[in-house]
């Protein structure tokens, strides 16, 4: 999840250390009649699937990337997802959709280069 924007550990983030900040879950992605975020949309696309516990992870990540404007690389992406541990299926998928995302972030909005 996000706290105030930041991508955080949801299982060892005590409940009191959020009062007064701002919480966004992957179920707060959807759009107002349910749509998926082009986030979410991308990681289905780049079939970057794990369990219930990798993937909001990871989406969330994402979302806390893209939302830097900045224009990662691969490698940096590799790194910025490190935290996340899971040996269950490869990484590529996940930086596929990654990749995709930030590119296509970037030539929408078009922000500063990392
Ligand atoms: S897919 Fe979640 S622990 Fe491996």
Partial sequence: MLVDG????SCIYLTMW???RSIMTVEGLKGPNGELSLIQKAFI???AVQCGFC???LIMTAVEIVG???RYNREELR?????HLCRCTGYENILNAMERIV???YKVVGTQES
């Fill in 6 to 9: 930041e991508a955080i550990d």
């Fill in 18 to 20: 959020a009062k007064g």
């Fill in 45 to 47: 696309e780049e079939a």
């Fill in 55 to 57: 993937t909001p992870g």
């Fill in 68 to 70: 830097t404007g900045k």
């Fill in 79 to 83: 790194k910025m997802i490190s935290g």
């Fill in 103 to 105: 590119e296509e972030t």
